[in-house]
């Protein structure tokens, strides 16, 4: 079975200082996984995704993620914070479920930056 | 612009009425969802079609129902509105997967129905 858990509900920091958002996933096979986020009163926008080739991932805006099996983590990072990055992000892993390929969320971190 | 488009973005209910949502897409994809997105709880799957005709439960599946009678339009329905089902919902859609690689789902904008 295919899980996945975001390890801080809120994460606060100041513009211009990095970003890190935690994810660690739970598969059964090399699993493909994916960061969204959602700005306040918006739908989902695909951030960057991982499916089995470089374990780098660069995704929009400046954010980027490490696929490391070993730690079955996928943080996502962000060199500098921008006011602008200020929304929830959720930490998506997908997988097969009763015959069917399904995305599978985690709970989503909130992300706030300080002026 | 081509994509996912939901009606309403709003709505209140009141117990025990009856609404349905509307998912329409116009990329000609084969695979749709619908999602109920809580605090604290990410993003659940409540049913989801895998084509024209075709539809399957998710997680969250009591209290819904859904039908995919045009491959462009996926209904969501609630029969008998309770006030749990107080949420934000998302449809979404995808081209049909060729394996665990597969990546491509589109979002609507989704929309707040309130139960009171």
């Known amino acids: 079975a295919q899980s996945v858990t975001q390890l801080d509900s809120h994460v606060s920091v100041s513009e211009g200082t990095p970003v890190l958002l935690r994810c660690n996933y739970s598969s059964s096979y090399s699993p493909s996984l994916f960061w969204y986020v959602q700005h306040p009163n918006k739908g989902l926008q695909l951030l960057l995704k991982y499916t089995s080739a470089a374990t780098l991932v660069k995704g929009i805006n400046g954010f980027e993620a490490e696929f490391k099996k070993s730690e079955t983590s996928f943080h996502l990072t962000k060199p500098s914070a921008h006011m602008s990055d200020a929304a929830e992000y959720f930490c998506?892993?997908?997988?097969?479920?009763?015959?069917?390929?399904?995305?599978?969320f985690g709970s989503g971190t909130r992300l706030l930056v300080r002026p | 612009n081509a994509g996912v488009t939901q009606t309403p973005k709003f709505r209140v209910l009141k117990t025990g009425q009856s609404m349905t949502l509307l998912c329409a897409q116009d990329m000609n994809h084969e695979y749709m969802y619908w999602y109920r997105q809580d605090p604290g709880m990410g993003l659940r799957l409540i049913h989801y079609s895998v084509g024209e005709g075709t539809t399957a439960k998710g997680e969250v599946p009591d209290g819904y129902n859904v039908s995919r009678l045009k491959k462009q339009n996926f209904l969501l329905g609630l029969e008998s509105a309770a006030p749990s089902q107080t949420s934000v919902y998302f449809c979404?859609?995808?081209?049909?997967?060729?394996?665990?690689?597969?990546?491509?789902?589109?979002f609507g904008s989704g929309t707040r129905l309130t139960v009171v």
């Open positions: 979404a859609s995808r081209t049909k997967p060729w394996g665990p690689t597969s990546y491509g789902y589109t």
């Open positions: 998506v892993v997908s997988g097969w479920m009763d015959s069917s390929y399904k995305l599978i």
